[in-house]
């Protein structure tokens, strides 16, 4: 006989492996699909940078903070774009879940929270995450799983992608069809299968045309989305558009993709390079300590492309620009790796395909600027020494983008809302496939992964089971 299943959840990230296990946590029966081959999704990857606010290290770190200035923060950042509600609920429930996560084995890395720069700064250190970056919440929530798969109440599927909703005779999602035909079926379907930030057509075909340079898990292929959409759901905050500012691609990775160098944050590493455009010109002031304002700057250069332009004096003086990855730095610089170098900044352009004869201007205007301590054109301040001692290097750098930004619209139950309003019967949606509801047009510290692992457990504590 089929079973039916209290709920088909597809997906097994942080969503996912949340609203299975607080659903089974309630003797839920649970079918957990995975396109992997391993449940974790983007944590296994990630940064894993947690938010949360009233937790037990704030206090006692004497720490003052509350849910509503945690809400207030991600207001100012997002510049008003984040969905209130969504942002109430969230905030309420993040600072109980680091607490949690605590209480349950979670190697926190040392000296948390903190407050980052990576992206627009939070008023607070209420930033946190694991020893392991994601791998470390990985392993808080993996053996919880297992438990309910060892207690029979959660069946694990993985290489297993879910293609198509089915529905039972009176229109209501009962299931999901996979890849390679199997059906599961359940009295509720939840997509918590993540973005789209690998799945470059589909990108394109919601951000008007844009390119995708794609730091995102390879899995994230967009498929729950095109289903929720296909069931009449309703897709929106494609206006969120705003990638990640200055990535470079990471060859040395098993799966090379775009992530940030750590040393293109000025508050974090005050800048020693230029950075050019193809035409060879500067484009910002590179001690901008804004990183939206940076990231929109990247973004109108053709092909979104910029260089960081650097001589070997400053190779050799200025703190590595791959701060985040201090022990293989020096691999970027081999012959496979992402930096271009030659003798002359003549040579150097003609590589790049830069445009030489204003590379050459650019570089001896800024020479100028740094012997008289004025930079008229930007007004950049820190300028510690010209670029003027070959060998001459570029990394080139891109608008880069690890998350979705346009998702479902669903009501506060998680249940997917069509155009008209009406809820999708059976069909529930939470994580990243509702895109950028938590950080709006802005990027708001872990305001993807924490939501998503927080609305995956407030869902699996209500799904109606039995
Ligand atoms: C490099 C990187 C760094 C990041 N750093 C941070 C950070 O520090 N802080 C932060 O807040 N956010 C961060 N994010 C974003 C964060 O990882 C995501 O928002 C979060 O993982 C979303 O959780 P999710 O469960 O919705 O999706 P995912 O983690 O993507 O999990 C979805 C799962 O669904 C599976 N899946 C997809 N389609 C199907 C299908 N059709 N059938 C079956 N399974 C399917 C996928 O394989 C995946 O395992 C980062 C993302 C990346 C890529």
């Known amino acids: 006989m089929t079973k039916i299943y209290d709920a088909v959840v597809i997906g097994a990230g942080p969503a996912g492996l949340t609203t299975a296990i607080f659903a089974a946590e309630r003797g839920a029966s649970i079918a957990l699909l995975e396109s ?76 948390m929270p903190r407050i980052i720069h990576g992206h627009e ?177 990247l973004i109108e250069q053709t092909e979104s492309l910029g260089f960081v332009i650097f001589d070997e004096a400053i190779r050799c003086e200025a703190p590595s620009i791959f701060s985040y990855f201090p022990d293989k730095a020096e691999r970027f610089f081999e012959p496979e790796g992402v930096i271009e170098s030659a003798d002359s900044l003549a040579a150097l352009a003609e590589k790049c395909g830069i445009d030489a004869k204003n590379l050459e201007a650019t570089v001896e205007k800024y020479n100028r600027a740094v012997a008289s301590g004025v930079d008229a054109e930007f007004g950049r301040s820190h300028m510690p020494r010209p670029i003027s001692q070959g060998p001459f290097y570029a990394l080139p750098i891109v608008s880069y983008t690890v998350r979705g930004y346009a998702g479902l619209k669903v009501d506060l139950d998680f249940r997917v809302r069509s155009k008209d309003g009406q809820a999708v019967q059976g069909l529930y949606a939470v994580g990243e496939v509702l895109g950028s509801l938590l950080s709006g047009k802005g990027s708001v510290g872990g305001m993807s992964l924490t939501p998503a692992l927080v609305f995956g457990r407030y869902l699996g504590e209500r799904l109606p089971i039995g």
Request: proline letters at 4%.
């Open 121 to 297: 700064a939070y008023d607070e250190a209420r930033t946190y995450w694991g020893r392991e970056d994601g791998v470390s919440l990985v392993k808080v929530l993996r053996p919880m799983l297992e438990a309910h798969v060892a207690a029979g109440r959660v069946d694990v599927f993985t290489n297993t992608s879910a293609q198509t909703l089915l529905r039972d005779e009176k229109g209501a999602v009962n299931g999901v069809r996979t890849e390679d035909g199997r059906d599961y079926f359940g009295r509720a379907v939840v997509l918590a299968s993540g973005g789209y930030a690998a799945n470059p057509t589909l990108f394109s075909r919601l951000h008007e045309g844009a390119t995708l340079w794609s730091g995102s898990y390879k899995y994230s292929s967009g498929r729950g989305l095109e289903m929720g959409e296909d069931a009449g759901g309703e897709i929106i905050l494609k206006e969120t558009f705003l990638p990640n500012f200055g990535g470079f691609l990471d060859h040395t990775l098993e799966q090379p993709r775009y992530r940030a160098p750590g040393g293109l944050t000025p508050q974090d590493r005050p800048p020693w390079e230029i950075v050019v455009n193809r035409e060879g010109k500067r484009f910002y002031r590179e001690d901008n300590e804004s990183v939206d304002e940076r990231t929109e700057l």
């Open 36 to 111: 992997a081959p391993q449940v974790g999704g983007a944590m296994l990857i990630n940064r894993g940078q947690l938010s949360g606010a009233g937790s037990k290290l704030q206090e006692e770190r004497g720490i003052k903070d509350t849910p509503q200035r945690h809400f207030d923060d991600a207001i100012r950042i997002s510049r008003g774009t984040a969905s209130r509600e969504f942002l109430e609920l969230a905030v309420g429930l993040q600072g109980p879940f680091i607490d949690w996560l605590m209480d349950h084995g979670f190697e926190m890395a040392e000296n």
